[in-house]
Each structure stands twice: as C-alpha cells, then as structure tokens.
C-alpha cells in the first residue's frame, strides 16, 4: 500500500531539467535509477531497514481530475510511491528527502486527497501518511507487522541507523549487530531480538526484548531479556552518551561470560513458530 505523491511546478517558470533531476539523486546514497520504455525508475534500497520505495518520472500524467487543478501550476510527471505500512521514523526520512526535492527544483505537491496543488509541507504529509496509515490498519489489519512503544521503536530506529557509527567508535573491536523483530502468530507473541555469539565483545541494542545466543559450536538458543540480563549483568557497561539502554560487554568481560552458558540455557525458550521479520514491518503502537 503506497501514497502516491505527485509533483507540480509554476508554469511561469522555466522547463523541468530533467537530467539535473537524475545526477541530483545520484548524489543521495542508496538511490539507483533503472529506465524502462514508459518511465524512470529512482529506487531506494535500505539496507539495515531492508526495505525499498521509489520515485517515477513518467511519459503520461498518472494524477486523477487532472484537469481540475489550478492551471498556473503544471504536472512534471514524476511522482513518489510511499509506503505507508513502515515506521514513522522511516516516514520522516523519506520526506525529508522529499522537502529538499521540493525546495531545490521548485516543486509543489498534489495528492487524491488534496482539493488541489499545494506547497510540501513536511508536518501535513507527515499527518496523512499516519491519518491513512491508521485506516488502512483498522481496515485490513496487520498484515503480518507487528506493533511496538512509539518512543522505544525510535531509539531502536536511530540505533539501526548508527550501527556503523559504533563500529566506527569501538575500532571494529566490538560486535555491534542489526536488530531483528520476530513473531510467532499462532500464539500472538512479538518483539525485537539480538543474535550474539557467546564470549565476544558486543553492543547490545536498546529495549531488545530477546537474544539468540550462539554458542562456539554453532548450537543456537533463545532467552529472554529479564532473564539474560540476570545473569550477565555484571558484565555490562552501560553506553550513557550515546543512546538509552545501550550496553557493551567489553573483550576483557567478554571471555568470561563463556561460564554462564548454563545458567542461561535454564532459561531458554523453546518456540518452533517464531520467525524473523524485517525492521520496516515494526509499526508504532
């Protein structure tokens, strides 16, 4: 499910320079611009939310009671696809993009649900983007995404995004791992996860509710956070600067975490129906 944003520009002003348009997101890292025989594709790739969304310049107009607009502003044929079953902190991001667009070419914005052409205004798109977002949801239901606190799914987020950053301030000496929602749907459980390979050095996310443990010998388990942190408490640094409850176990502390490993598997958690969805799919409560 998208909301089709298309854009607009004063007829007073001079022709849309298309070519400046591509080499412009060209400039923006993860874009990529595919070109098909009726329209140009600029696609977004994100990596650490493994998601993707795309603006298209097209042949035709693609914009519905066309003619019923103000005729002092004239269509460019390009418009953005935006998701709308996504976290509100991605929404953010994606139109900011959109207001820099706006503000370096000229642009303007027109959407099914607008009376007519209109200047981006980041808070407005912001409220209907969740206004039907909110409805698609009462309508249709999840659709396999799960829900999670509004201010804790923001610190995740900003987390996801500063996985390098912390690689970067540790020297590469320490793990720092993406998070990974998971759900079991048969019995209605949900929340965020962490894979960690016992005795490394490693950040630990925020409000990470489980932790797959990885032994030396590849076996694998489950514990929960209460439970995890009982044990390994005494190991952990808490990175106050930087984030909310975000922990390192350092090298030196590290290595003797090995001798816990049973006091953590008296915990584990057998569940056979869990499996892992992407970031993206985590919406706010």
Known sequence: ??????????????????????????????????????????????????????????KQSRVNKIYDLDPMFSNVNILLEMPI???SFLAK???????KFCKIFDLDIYQDSY??????????????????????????GLKGKIVFDNEKLNIICKYQRSVDNLKDYYH????VNFVEPI?????????????????????????????YIVEESG?????????????LNKYFTEIKTFLPDLYVIKPK??????????????????????????LCDVLEK
């Open 183 to 211: 759900i079991d749907e048969i019995n209605g459980i949900s929340g965020i996860s962490y894979t960690w390979n016992l005795g490394t050095a490693s950040v630990f996310p925020p409000y990470i509710e489980y932790i």
């Open 172 to 175: 590469n000496e320490v793990a």
């Open 253 to 278: 502390q590290a290595r003797n975490t090995k001798k816990e490993v049973k006091k953590l598997k008296k915990s584990m958690i057998v569940n056979n129906n869990l499996k892992k969805i992407r």
């Open 85 to 87: 079953l996504i976290p």
């Open 1 to 58: 499910m998208h909301i089709n944003i298309h854009f607009f520009r004063k007829s007073n002003l001079e022709k849309l320079d298309y070519s400046k348009v591509l080499d412009y997101f060209e400039t923006l890292p993860n874009f990529k611009t595919f070109v098909a025989e009726d329209y140009v594709e600029v696609l977004y790739s994100d990596n650490e939310f493994d998601f993707k969304y795309r603006y298209l310049i097209t």
């Open 219 to 231: 076996e694998k388990f489950l514990v929960g956070r209460e439970s995890f942190f009982k044990v």
């Open 93 to 99: 991001e994606i139109l900011a993009i959109t207001q």
């Open 115 to 140: 009376a007519d052409v209109q200047a981006f205004n980041l808070v407005d798109v912001l409220v209907l983007f969740e206004k039907t977002r909110t409805n698609y949801i009462e309508e249709h």
